[in-house]
Every structure is written in C-alpha cells, then in structure tokens.
C-alpha cells in the first residue's frame, strides 16, 4: 500500500490513481467514494461504488466514509430512476472475485421490462465475459454524464 491508501495491482486502486478519468470512471465522486459504471455489464446504469482507499471490509470503513455512503446511495439511485427509468435500484456487496476483494457496493437499476430469470441475486446474469456484449465505453460516458447531473439536483 502507498501513502495514499492505494493498492499496486489493484483495480479499483488504478482507476483511483487516474489524473483525469472517463466519466464512465468518475460518475460521481466524494471525500471516501468514487462511483464508477460496472465495465462489464449489459445493462445500462449498473454503478459500482468504490471507497476511496483500498479497503476489503465494512468493518474496515472509518465512521464519515459509513455515514457519507447512506446519502450517496439515495441520491444516486434517484439519479438512476430518472435516467434510466428503472422501478427500484438493488444493492449488493460481496467483494470476492478474483483481483476485486477492494470493497465495492454494485448499485443495480432494475427495469420495468427486466427479465424474469435476471431479478434479485440473479441479475448477474446481466454480467459477461465476452467484450462483445458489453456496453460500448461512448455509450457509458454519455450515461454517466446525465447521471451526475441528475446526481446534483437529488
């Protein structure tokens, strides 16, 4: 670990560490978050929330970055509803895949017409490992620009 509370190897870390980040890297950030849009998703809006530290547990999270979450949440799924029209937001954490135990809080917009098969836990189906299926990286920042707009008027 660095001075800065960052991890070498680190995903969450590198994009921490980037002097000037795509929207789709910096949605929104603050004093202990950064939200970023899930690079690997096929689903427009899926956000990651990052603290800004490297950090593997709640437990771990000093008692401003816990309190600074509650109302980074609120007023991104605010965000989320009136862009992309989703009917609730879903938040999970779990932090375990390989080279992503930095803690990490998906924010999930679920849609009017979500399927059946990908609701609740299972809408990590929504997740791909082929690069073909994601969504593209323009199409990302065009959304995480609205979403930071709608961000500071919730």
Same mark, same amino acid.
């Given at each position: 670990m660095n001075d800065n509370g960052l991890v070498r190897g680190c995903y969450p870390c590198q994009q921490q560490r980037a002097s000037s980040p795509p929207p789709r890297e910096d949605v929104v950030h603050t004093d202990h978050w950064r939200v970023a849009q899930a690079f690997n998703s096929t689903l427009p809006g899926w956000l990651v929330v990052v603290p800004a530290r490297h950090i593997l547990s709640f437990a771990d999270l000093t008692a401003e970055a816990a309190g600074e979450l509650g109302d980074l949440v609120r007023r991104m799924s605010v965000a989320l509803e009136q862009v992309t029209g989703c009917v609730k937001t879903y938040l999970m954490q779990f932090s375990e895949a390989e080279g992503f135990s930095h803690l990490h809080v998906h924010l999930v917009p679920r849609m009017p017409d979500h399927p059946e098969n990908a609701r609740g836990p299972a809408v990590f189906a929504l997740m791909a490992d082929d690069e073909n *299926?994601? #969504?593209?990286?323009?199409? *990302?920042?065009?959304?995480? #620009?609205? #979403? *930071?707009a709608a961000y500071d008027g919730a």
């Amino acid at each position: 670990m660095n001075d800065n509370g960052l991890v070498r190897g680190c995903y969450p870390c590198q994009q921490q560490r980037a002097s000037s980040p795509p929207p789709r890297e910096d949605v929104v950030h603050t004093d202990h978050w950064r939200v970023a849009q899930a690079f690997n998703s096929t689903l427009p809006g899926w956000l990651v929330v990052v603290p800004a530290r490297h950090i593997l547990s709640f437990a771990d999270l000093t008692a401003e970055a816990a309190g600074e979450l509650g109302d980074l949440v609120r007023r991104m799924s605010v965000a989320l509803e009136q862009v992309t029209g989703c009917v609730k937001t879903y938040l999970m954490q779990f932090s375990e895949a390989e080279g992503f135990s930095h803690l990490h809080v998906h924010l999930v917009p679920r849609m009017p017409d979500h399927p059946e098969n990908a609701r609740g836990p299972a809408v990590f189906a929504l997740m791909a490992d082929d690069e073909n *299926r994601w #969504l593209p990286a323009n199409e *990302r920042d065009e959304i995480a #620009l609205a #979403l *930071r707009a709608a961000y500071d008027g919730a």
